[in-house]
């Protein structure tokens, strides 16, 4: 039997196998310590062991990747969004005493674009593990012209540029709730994902502050200019059922009081439907 | 884990482990080796919750031991902000009574739910009512009250932070993970509420909280952060088994 023509063989339908197992040394080591035990009719079961532990963990390492695109492609949507900001309006959109408010959020949202730019790759090789390209913005949310302009005003009021500054934040707290779950195969990505996701909710209350609103979430309440998109930010908010316990059962104080106190994750596809609207 | 393809080198290791505090994590990967590790694994879930053996407030270990330190933090904060509403210092505007008390409320409805979720999910092992020390903060003046508020809601946000990893990952843990995500975003809101109230236009995301660089919040490892709460809970708080 030899190995390395099995492995040539699975290069046929998967070229990257060497890839795989090359980056899996220590399972390579472990097999080769079978082998001088093992009977030879044994090998192919440890090869399928070996082979099964490199593909598993090649799994867990995409669906990271994958995760980490997915937030790549918001902080994009967030950097670029707060750049165009600063700029509107010869500089004048943002008065000067909130400069330094976006301009403090800004550079964070740089920071993780950065941040995630340089750790998708660390996860391997190959398309999956490529950071997603730079999308393409319109935040008026008209698609470039293709259709009518959801916040024809964004860059230009900067009433409503804060109510989707406000839209943004809340989402991307949601978002990278929702994701925790799929990154505890990375504790250290798991850890920098954590810490990302309690710095939107800090730019959150910030700017929910700005706009008159409590730092936290009431209900589902959003409020902004355009409820086509902000209820779908907020739809789910007014959960009070967390791991099975029913508000009463933790609780003498009032839903509303409760929903207060606990933020709810948003699902991707919905994470992506709503920031589709200023993609094309 | 490479020990673990040489039997003999593995039991070393093992014993080696089980002589230190060990993680849940290390533990589950020695899962394999068999009933003597099962046994010392109920001995060390076994842990006393009260003062009785002179080693403090035992916290416990495991997914259970993890809500009982985050029970712990949220009794304090809850604690804290009790005694800022009912005694408030001087000049307290209508605004800032109404953000303490939203605070007081989230803080003793997350202490309620970990105390809830507890009692259901480990009956038994639920840490005691703790006695807070506030011996160091005047309750009368603002800056005192604010300062110590944001040491809170920082050191809450950095707790649950760390902690998020040393759940287990799948079941119970996973649930865990996600009731951390959902009160330390709320957490981060307060801080920089407080952070808002007490300093500069950036301060509710300062370079001293968020680094400049990468843009990341603060981070702490339970021992960490226990060192840094004891000063204000007179039981001593013993974190020995959490995870690691």
Known sequence: ?280 | MTKIANPDEKNAGLIKTIAQPVGRRSFLKYTGAGAALSTLLIVGCDNDDDDMNGDGVNLGSGDIGILNYAYALEQLESAFYTQVISTKFTGMTAMETEILTEIRDNEMIHRDFLKAAINAKAPGSIIPNLTPNFTAIDFTNRNSVLTTARTFEDLGVSAYNGAGKLFTDTGLGLDLLLIGGKIVSVEARHAAMIRQLLGSATAFAGDDVVSADKGLDVIRMPMEVLALAQPFITEKINGNNLPK
Do not use: C
């Not at chain 1, 669906?63 to 980490?68: F, I, K, N, S």
């Not at chain 1, 943002?94 to 550079?107: E, L, N, R, S, Y």
């Not at chain 1, 009518?148 to 839209?167: G, I, R, S």
């Open chain 1, 1 to 280: 039997m030899n190995l390395f023509n099995i492995i040539q063989e699975i290069e046929n339908f998967d070229p990257e196998v060497a890839g795989r197992l090359d980056s899996r040394r220590r399972v390579f080591k472990h097999f080769a310590g079978f082998g001088k035990k093992l009977a030879l009719t044994a090998v192919p079961l440890a090869l399928g062991s070996m082979l099964n532990k490199a593909y598993a963990q090649t799994n867990m390492k995409q669906q990271v990747a994958e995760v980490l695109n997915f937030a790549l492609t918001l902080e994009y949507l967030e950097d670029e969004f707060y750049k165009a900001g600063l700029m509107a309006m010869s500089g004048n959109l943002i008065p000067a005493a909130d400069k330094p408010i976006f301009q403090q959020i800004g550079k964070h949202e740089t920071a993780h674009v950065n941040f995630l730019k340089a750790t998708i790759p660390t996860l391997g090789t190959g398309a999956a593990f490529t950071p997603v390209a730079k999308p393409n913005v319109d935040y008026t949310g008209s698609k470039n012209g293709s259709r009518a302009a959801l916040l024809p005003t964004v860059m230009t009021d900067y009433n409503t540029f804060k109510a989707v500054a406000q839209a943004f934040e809340d989402t991307g707290v949601r978002a990278y709730k929702g994701q925790a779950a799929n990154l505890v195969s990375e504790n250290a990505i798991l850890d920098a994902a954590l810490q990302i996701h309690s710095v939107e909710a800090r730019h959150a209350a910030e700017i929910r502050r700005l706009n008159g609103k409590k730092p936290w979430i009431e209900g589902n309440d959003g409020g902004g200019p355009a409820p086509g998109i902000t209820n779908a930010i907020y739809a789910g908010e007014e959960n009070t059922v967390h791991a099975g316990f029913t508000r009463a059962q933790y609780t003498t104080m009032s839903d509303t009081a409760a929903t207060r106190a606990f933020d709810e994750p948003l699902a991707k596809e919905t994470v992506l439907a709503i920031a589709g609207n200023f993609i094309y």
